[in-house]
């Protein structure tokens, strides 16, 4: 998780920090942390092209672009960031809906009010995240899951079947599925686990893939994947007709 944590007063800074320290390893949570000490210094990392960051924690009493002024700027470039404002004074607190943070704290920000808020944001962004990483071979490799077609299992050895190519790891096909299920993936024999978006048809005991592979439906699974498929198409907003 990437935060920012902006404010003109350095104990601030260093406090929230600390917060974010203890957050990381009691969730165990990596989080990469960037300081800034004025909106504009904020504003001009998002124009410098700077990575993007999943929170933002903003003062809204900062000296020069105040925290909204600097929230709405880089609401126009990002309009996934969450935002977390922070002051003193609770006369602010209707001003800083414009750029619709998460929520609004008021200094001095205890640490279970920010666990509680980031936790919750961390679980958004884990059930959102576009890629995975896997271990293959000595190194890891990044896979998209839109470009995953199956997976496959034996023994230990699971493949990722993709687009771009095949890719083996280790491990249990189990854990895998626990991991990717919600992100649009389920599994028709305790040996595969298909992205649900690649599915062309389900025909009889097998399921036919957009690009051509046919994978095994057995008897026990058969009913609770249909139920997943269903309700995967349905979420995506595809017509579905006949009974």
């Known amino acids: 998780m990437r935060v920012a944590v902006c404010d003109d007063e350095k104990a601030w800074v260093k406090a929230i920090e600390e917060h974010l320290i203890r957050f990381s390893e009691e969730q165990r949570i990596d989080i990469d942390t960037e300081t800034f000490y004025s909106g504009e210094q904020l504003v001009g ?66 640490y279970e009010t920010l666990r509680d808020d980031l936790a919750e944001v961390a679980e958004r962004l884990k059930s959102g995240r576009s890629e995975l990483v896997i271990k293959n ?23 990722f079947h993709t687009e ?22 389920s599994s028709p024999h305790k040996s595969y686990c298909v992205n649900l978006d690649k599915v062309r048809s389900i025909n009889g005991n097998d399921l036919i893939m957009k690009n051509g592979d046919v994978i095994p439906v057995s008897k026990s699974r058969k009913q609770r ?16 007709y006949g009974d």
């Open 45 to 110: 990392h998002y124009k410098s092209g700077g990575d993007p960051f999943d929170v933002l924690i903003l003062d809204i009493e900062l000296e020069g672009l105040s925290g909204i002024e600097t929230a709405m700027s880089i609401r126009g470039q990002d309009e996934s960031v969450n935002i977390f404002f922070m002051t003193s004074h609770r006369k602010y607190v209707y001003d800083c809906f414009k750029p619709m943070p998460v929520n609004f704290w008021v200094k001095p920000v205890g």
């Open 164 to 185: 771009d190519g095949d890719f083996e790891t280790y491990g249990a096909m189990k854990s895998v599925i626990e991991k990717i299920g919600p992100h649009g993936f």
């Open 137 to 159: 071979g000595s190194g890891y490799i990044k896979i998209e899951y839109r470009s995953i077609n199956f997976l496959t299992s034996s023994a230990k050895k699971i493949i």
């Open 225 to 240: 994947f249909k139920k997943d498929f269903l309700e995967y198409v349905s979420g995506e907003r595809y017509d579905i």
